[in-house]
């Protein structure tokens, strides 16, 4: 049996290069391929992709080109290695109505395939409008980024969302959308695929870390200066140094000692080896639970209700950061036994997910 998904593989960050990843890899336990087609945003290649980082700027997009022709090395070269694409790439909405069907069986997700803030709209594609009408269609952890839709929202999607034979969402405030503004009762919540997978999975496919000693890692996906500030301040008070993944150049100039666009697995090597992980990333936050590193969390300025949903599905709210005055965070224990047992329950959430789909036990494809 195949599965076709799509998702947002094609954004220039670790977080989705890493879903991705986990996505394919989950799911090959239970089928005997895996294709994720090809469809990338406009906003996410070509000069359409650097006009939304320089917003328009010709200085800014100056800046900017060597950022983004590492992400093209960087994250193209991981995909080519390490993820099975469709031949046929997918532009616009157009390119669709010539679809092939290619698979028994579809998926749309994970991560924050349905927000319209991430997506400047509806996506239609990303509900898996294009499918053909024999097929099933699911949703593999999919997030609205929301805890609530506005009316217009919902009802330019009630159409696609009905079609979907099952689906499962990322987060609880994902499944209450469905069930209060869709009128679709028969969702459930399940983790991101990462968390699919335990720490040790993880930590076999990184490499060598390479900095020794303690240290605390900047992980910030948003320009934030009082973040800054509370790390520097942080550093003081630990006696430990500050290190940042920088997920461009211009991020060199900000406090930390700079690590500029590593490979992708080794994402979960620096998180893992770090004594604490300051990030506003929901990756970065769930990488830090899963390979046992406490984080400290600030809400992004976008879709924060992620990683509140995550911290209190943990019961470990406390370590979202609300005052940058707050230094004491850092000498609080995160219970990570109770990560451990709640994490392994959301992992058997996926499978019998998976299961029931399927009807196969993911041991049977080993």
Not at 108 to 129: A, F, K, Q
Request: hydrophobic residues 35%.
């Amino acid at each position: 049996m195949r599965a076709a998904v799509i998702t947002l593989h094609n954004m220039c960050n670790y977080g989705s290069q890493l879903q991705t990843y986990a996505t394919q890899e989950k799911l090959r336990q239970y089928f005997d391929d895996v294709v994720f087609i090809d469809y990338r945003r406009p906003d996410t290649y070509g000069k359409r992709f650097l006009q939304y980082f320089s917003q328009g700027s010709p200085i800014k997009a100056a800046a900017m080109l060597p950022t983004l022709m590492r992400y093209q090395k960087l994250f193209g070269n991981f995909q080519k290695r390490y993820i099975h694409l469709t031949d046929k790439t997918y532009l616009t909405e157009k390119d669709f109505e010539k679809f092939e069907d290619i698979a028994d069986i579809y998926f749309s997700g994970s991560d924050l395939v349905w927000s319209t803030r991430l997506n400047h709209g509806v996506i239609p594609m990303y509900y898996l409008s294009f499918v053909p009408e024999n097929r099933p269609r699911y949703a593999y952890a999919s997030s609205f980024g929301e805890e609530t839709l506005p009316e217009e929202e919902v009802e330019q999607t009630k159409a696609y969302i009905g079609r979907f034979t099952r689906i499962s969402v990322r987060e609880s405030s994902g499944e209450s959308i469905l069930n209060r503004q869709y009128h679709y009762s028969s969702a459930i919540q399940i983790p991101d695929p990462t968390l699919a997978f335990p720490g040790e999975y993880w930590r076999r496919l990184a490499p060598e870390c390479g900095i020794e000693g303690e240290y605390i890692l900047i992980y910030s996906l948003n320009r934030n200066d009082k973040l800054d500030q509370y790390a520097v301040r942080l550093s003081k008070r630990t006696g430990c140094p500050l290190y940042r993944l920088c997920t461009r150049y211009d991020h060199m100039m900000r406090p930390g000692r700079s690590i500029v666009l590593p490979p992708v697995f080794a994402f979960a090597a620096l998180i893992d080896h770090a004594k604490l992980v300051l990030t506003d990333s929901f990756h970065g936050t769930a990488f830090s639970m899963n390979l046992e590193t406490p984080p400290i969390c600030v809400s992004p300025p976008a879709c924060g209700e992620r990683l509140r949903a995550f911290l209190s599905l943990l019961g470990e709210e406390e370590r979202l950061l609300s005052d940058f005055r707050d230094f004491e965070i850092s000498e609080r224990r995160v219970d990570f036994t109770k990560v451990r047992k709640v994490l392994a329950g959301e992992r058997q959430k996926t499978d019998q997910f998976l299961r029931e789909i399927t009807g196969k036990h993911h041991e049977d494809r080993v």
